[in-house]
């Protein structure tokens, strides 16, 4: 829609009667307008005006008493004003038309030239510079609204990856406050360097990347597990810059992993099950058999073989028994208890152990203390098998312990660390298999049986491990307001 069939509101601030007459008269003289006209003299006044926004096109007059017409300028946009501003001058000034241009006048008029055509040639160009330029800060604000509310990490960084922009999700899911971050490269927060080499090397040659997952450490070292996808772009001028987006999917990857824990120890389950009625069958057979023997039997070596057979066949039984014990859901009664309270209970059954292995423990526990539901003599049993684990992958005299307890106000949390031998990352996803040990005379059964009672607390429970470094086992408990919902 043209200037002369719209109706807009022009406000002219001007301290000179006789000069806006004059302004406003070649206004009313384009053919066609409708415009309404108002004139304001005073800087004060206009300023109030201009800042709540009642005019759609504001012509102010360079000279204004003790204040000029930029002053104006000035203030007005300081205070956002958006409404596209023109500056009068009574001659031509070189320096006032190009500071003015500079600050933001979409257009600078002499009075002493002005005639009809190029009144209308700039109120139209005026007009339609505003629309832009309001259309394009409307998408500015939207785009900056979605930038800093999204949940995923946006960012923005130069071609080296140095970060040069990131929203508040950064700081909440790294740790880092952004003026921490944009003095970072993003590859300083990738766990293994040859991911850092692919991820520079494929910005770039292919100029994108897709939901590439890698694990990435926050500022106390924590992983996570994080899909990146970016994109290396180039602005009007030709500066290379890149931009995207961190979404965190470590709770994703905790949940496949209880969900992928708990299908094999129910599969597991299944089988073991099957094999102890197949294999109890014969066995109490075997065993019968056995005692009627014994009554028909009176040599002496014969009875050393019967007695083989009998302890074989018990300790046969014994471990089917406990299979059994570790493939089937717990049994426990849930109470209210002080965590604190089992984990020294815990540590009071260990200290021999780490006195005669000359090991240092360390606690750290919250002063107030930490509620939880569980069944205190099942749930000591599951973190003693922890602890007893941590103490016998350590060196003696270097070995050093260490139990931290915190209330993250989600869930508490109990980390077990240990300064041992470390466990690959092919053991840690077979860690709770029924059977599975890396002990020269280990049975296998002591983490499965922990598992299952962990998982009857509704715990989750997570592994990290560097080999030559140590271990760290991280329980989650539910607060005691989530097991009774």
């Not at 209308?120 to 832009?132: G, K, N």
């Not at 009007?236 to 992928?260: A, C, P, R, W």
């Not at 307890?405 to 989600?410: I, R, S, V």
């Amino acid at each position: 829609m043209s200037v002369a069939d719209s109706r807009v509101k022009i406000l002219i601030v001007d301290d000179d009667e006789d000069d806006y007459f004059l302004t406003s008269d070649v206004i009313r003289r384009i053919p066609g307008s409708d415009f309404k006209i108002d004139w304001c003299p005073k800087y004060k006044d206009a300023l109030n005006i201009m800042i709540a926004r009642e005019y759609d096109l504001y012509f102010v007059d360079y000279r204004l008493g003790a204040k000029s017409g930029v002053d104006l300028l000035k203030e007005a946009l300081d205070n956002n004003c958006e409404e596209p501003i023109i500056m009068l001058t009574g001659k031509g000034n070189y320096e006032v038309d190009i500071e003015a241009m500079q600050i933001g006048a979409v257009d600078y008029l002499i009075k002493t030239d002005l005639g009809v055509e190029k009144m209308e040639r700039c109120i139209r160009y005026a007009l339609d510079r505003a629309a832009t330029l309001k259309a394009l800060k409307a998408n500015e604000r939207k785009y900056r609204s979605i930038f800093e509310k999204s949940k995923d990490l946006v960012f923005l960084t130069d071609e080296m990856l140095n970060f040069h922009d990131v929203n508040d999700a950064g700081v909440t899911l790294f740790g880092y406050t952004k003026e921490e971050l944009v003095q970072m490269n993003l590859c300083d927060l990738v766990e293994q360097a040859q991911h850092k080499n692919f991820l520079t090397q494929l910005l770039q040659t292919k100029k994108e990347l897709i939901d590439w997952e890698v694990v990435l450490l926050s500022k106390d070292g924590e992983r996570k597990y994080c899909l990146i996808s970016a994109k290396l772009e180039e602005d009007y001028s030709g500066y290379s810059f890149v931009q995207g987006i961190i979404h965190d999917i470590t709770n994703l990857k905790k949940m496949e992993k209880t969900t992928l824990q708990g299908e094999k120890l129910a599969a597991a389950g299944r089988l073991v099950r099957t094999l102890a009625h197949e294999v109890r069958n014969p066995l109490n057979n075997i065993t019968l058999s056995i005692e009627q023997m014994q009554h028909d039997l009176k040599d002496e070596t014969s009875s050393i073989y019967i007695d083989i057979i009998q302890r074989n066949s018990k300790r046969i039984s014994d471990l089917i028994s406990q299979l059994l014990n570790t493939s089937r859901p717990s049994e426990i009664t849930l109470e209210e208890c002080i965590i604190q309270s089992i984990l020294d209970e815990v540590v009071s059954a260990s200290i021999d152990r780490l006195t005669l292995n000359k090991m240092k423990l360390k606690i750290d526990y919250p002063q107030e203390s930490l509620l939880i539901m569980a069944d205190g003599e099942k749930l000591k049993l599951a973190l003693l098998n922890i602890v007893v684990n941590a103490i016998e992958a350590m060196e003696e005299g270097v070995g050093e312990l260490s139990i931290k307890l915190a209330d993250t106000g989600d869930n508490i949390v109990l980390q077990v660390t240990d300064n041992g031998c470390g466990i690959s990352e092919e053991s840690i996803a077979r860690l709770f298999e029924p059977y599975f040990t890396q002990k020269r005379n280990g049975v296998g059964l002591g983490l499965a049986f922990t598992l299952n009672i962990l998982q009857s607390h509704k715990a989750n429970i997570e592994v990290t491990s560097r080999e030559g470094i140590g271990t760290t086992f991280t329980v989650s408990f539910p607060p005691v307001y989530a097991m009774n919902d």
